[in-house]
């Protein structure tokens, strides 16, 4: 059976002119499972995906997750 990871996504897009950063954490099971979460969870307050830059997706430990959430699902 394979194990849940946490991934970190880092990236931006533009709205309205403006540039926003986004740093967001998920659990999947594969990196491109995480990044689909991710850009669903962007593209439903109406950014397109061609606005959306993603600059890093890294998996991480327990440890290192800044998201309560997680690490209360992952303990």
């Given at each position: 059976?394979?194990?849940?990871?946490?991934?970190?996504?880092?990236?931006?897009?533009?709205?309205?002119?403006k540039?926003?950063?986004?740093?967001?954490?998920?659990?999947?099971?594969k990196?491109?499972?995480?990044?689909?979460?991710?850009?669903?969870?962007?593209t439903?307050?109406?950014?397109?995906?061609?606005q959306?830059?993603?600059q890093?997706?890294?998996?991480?430990?327990?440890?290192?997750?800044?998201?309560?959430?997680?690490?209360?699902?992952?303990?």
């Amino acid at each position: 059976m394979s194990e849940i990871k946490i991934f970190r996504i880092i990236g931006n897009y533009k709205k309205n002119h403006k540039k926003y950063l986004f740093r967001k954490e998920v659990r999947a099971l594969k990196e491109k499972d995480a990044l689909e979460k991710v850009l669903s969870q962007i593209t439903s307050i109406g950014i397109y995906r061609r606005q959306i830059n993603i600059q890093e997706v890294k998996e991480i430990s327990l440890e290192e997750s800044q998201d309560h959430l997680i690490r209360e699902l992952s303990e």
